[in-house]
């Protein structure tokens, strides 16, 4: 293992025996050599990578894709059948609720517990007891027994320890879900600091916007095996682009079945949210869609064919300054006739975080809510063949940096984002900068909230005011 490597996951795989009832398990142990009574699941497969030091990655997949069965065996606490883990530094580990607790003994008794176990001495314990009790935040429950907690204070506790002791290595699983949004918040604050001080992260969650993000690489698992790794914002799309995938083949079965059964109500619906090419699509326009790149992925049934950013007089442009006015052009073409139909966009910056995302749908809500006026565009019948174009407008108040539009045509079954169909999504479909002049105007941060200040004198009895 290199200088620089902490985590070195070689061929790691994972078999569970599943028996089918006791008697079975039973026989196995008396009758080891005779057969099986068993079957075997494969939680891992083969699962190699290696993580450096000071490196923030995050893992994801569907549920029962192995995540969580990979973190207990890099944190110690689960044997691989066959591979080879190297992990160098200490760990802190925040996998199952309340695990390396005991219920019977109080959250101060189980703060010391857990130093002993991660190796940590009774006087350096003492050092950061305070500081572990303030972060947690659970009032006199500290001297309570455990098994009297919530699991949002289960939670607070447990983090608390592993991010207090400042370990080399920090690795979460999903326990995080279950507190309140203050406390996750608070705890992001403290893996965003732990990070900057080199500590490296890897975590578990199913929150792909923090994926992209909070971490600089990830990883995909499906079905225990690594099907992606790379650049965060890379591996999330394609977990997307499967997802979406997965959902076709989840409603094209329904329709099969439909069929089958002679059950015309489901086929109908089916039929409303069935991703498959249109069999009016013509082999010109098939092979128009399927020209694709990697960064997109959707059903088809229409798609977006081109996305440019324009400046107020409508010319072509990637550098605005704060107050200009900015027009995203989004064009897309259906490939059957439609309606409920939603032309989006998304605004990131260079570090994946999400400023900004608007589609006509939101503008049709605002219009069905009698915010807005005008003729809302969801409910209108778009035919085979159309090409449409979408002016998204709006007055530049973002900060300095390089941001990012992504930029979708979806199906919304439902008039208020319940039940989406994407059609086809594109990530890094235009690019502009925001600058500033410093000598004219200047901010600091993600937006411009156009504040303004007044200054007061309060020495004198008299008010004088100074207006900026």
């Known amino acids: 293992m290199s200088s620089d490597t902490v985590i070195k996951v070689e061929n790691i795989s994972k078999c569970y025996q599943i028996f089918d009832s006791p008697q079975d398990r039973l026989k196995q142990i008396i009758m080891p050599g005779d057969k099986k009574y068993y079957k075997e699941f494969w939680a891992l497969r083969d699962v190699s990578f290696e993580v450096r030091k000071g490196e923030s990655v995050g893992i994801i997949g569907r549920n029962g894709s192995g995540k969580s069965t990979l973190l207990q065996i890099i944190s110690g606490t689960l044997t691989p059948t066959s591979g080879n883990v190297e992990v160098s530094g200490r760990v802190a580990a925040l996998l199952e609720l309340g695990s390396g607790f005991n219920p019977e003994y109080t959250g101060r008794e189980n703060v010391y517990l857990n130093g002993s176990i991660l190796g940590i001495s009774r006087k350096e314990m003492e050092n950061i007891y305070d500081e572990i009790v303030s972060f947690a935040d659970i009032g006199d429950f500290i001297d309570q027994p455990v098994k009297t907690y919530s699991s949002g204070m289960m939670v607070r506790l447990a983090f608390a320890v592993q ?31 732990l990070a900057e001080k080199g500590t490296t992260l890897l975590f578990v969650t199913h929150d792909i916007e923090m994926v992209r993000t909070f971490t600089s690489r990830a990883i995909l698992l499906n079905s225990g095996e690594v099907v992606k790794e790379g650049p965060s914002a890379d591996v999330v799309l394609e977990y997307r682009r499967r997802m979406h995938k997965e959902e076709s083949e989840y409603f094209q079965r329904l329709l099969a079945k439909s069929n089958s059964e002679g059950g015309q109500e489901l086929n109908d619906k089916v039929e409303e949210e069935d991703t498959t090419q249109s069999s009016l699509v013509s082999d010109a326009e098939v092979q128009e869609v399927d020209d694709t790149s990697d960064n997109e992925f959707g059903g088809k049934d229409g798609f977006v064919q081109e996305v440019s950013v324009h400046d107020s007089s409508g010319e072509i442009s990637n550098m605005f300054y704060p107050g200009e006015h900015v027009v995203i052009r989004v064009k897309c073409k259906t490939l059957k006739t439609m309606n409920n139909l939603n032309i989006g966009l998304r605004i990131r910056n260079k570090t994946g975080m999400k400023i900004y995302s608007w589609g006509s749908l939101n503008q049709d809500i605002a219009i069905w809510s009698g915010r807005s006026g005008g003729k809302a565009f969801w409910s209108e019948e778009v035919p085979k063949g159309t090409t449409l174009q979408a002016e998204f407008k709006f007055q530049c108040n973002l900060g300095v940096d390089l941001y990012e539009i992504q930029a979708y045509i979806a ?30 105007y200047f901010f600091g941060g993600v937006s411009d909230l156009q504040m303004k200040t007044e200054i007061v004198s309060l020495n004198n009895k008299e008010k004088k005011g100074f207006v900026l």
Not at 164 to 191: H, N, S, T
């Open 411 to 440: 199906q919304e079954l439902d008039q208020y984002y319940h039940d989406e169909r994407m059609l086809h999504w594109v990530d890094e479909a235009a690019f502009f900068h925001v600058n500033m002049k410093r000598q004219e």
């Open 163 to 193: 991010a207090c002791i400042e370990p080399e290595i920090l690795i979460v699983d999903e326990a995080l879900a279950v507190g309140d949004m203050l406390f996750q918040k608070r705890c992001f604050a403290r893996m965003k600091a």
